[in-house]
């Protein structure tokens, strides 16, 4: 069974950055498609970005365009979420999300999800 496992959010002021880190079972980032998403307060859970390994792809939600950064290590089988110029606006609970099949934004599709870690940006 995938397991991942989320860290590095906490409180941050507006402007800030903060680097997100989510840990996976052995061999899992090769393998597997990687992304990120957040669920704010009463709202449905919405994509932020993934990466493709065989293509040196990524992709992000447009709002976070410039700002974030996904990337990750195979020696540490490690997906990191690099935000910078973070706002308000950004304050959600963060997961990391692995998805054996194509490369997709949908929710829906991924297979393994970790338990999130909680980003709280101050104005």
């Known amino acids: 069974q995938v397991q991942l496992v989320e860290s590095g959010g906490g409180m941050v002021q507006a402007g800030g950055s903060l680097r997100l880190s989510c840990a996976a079972s052995?061999?899992?980032?090769?393998?597997?498609?990687m992304a990120w998403f957040l669920q704010a307060p009463g709202k449905a859970r919405e994509f932020v970005a993934v990466?493709?390994?065989?293509?040196?792809?990524?992709y992000y939600l447009d709002s976070v365009q410039g700002r974030f950064t996904i990337s990750g290590d195979n020696v540490k089988d490690t997906v990191y979420l690099q935000m910078n110029s973070l706002k308000p606006e950004d304050t959600a609970v963060y997961y990391c999300?692995?998805?054996?099949?194509?490369?997709?934004?949908?929710?829906?599709?991924?297979?393994?999800w970790g338990q999130g870690t909680q980003v709280t940006v101050s104005s």
């Open positions: 999300a692995a998805r054996y099949g194509g490369l997709t934004t949908v929710v829906g599709a991924y297979d393994y």
């Open positions: 990466v493709s390994w065989s293509s040196e792809r990524t």
């Open positions: 052995s061999r899992t980032i090769s393998r597997y498609h």
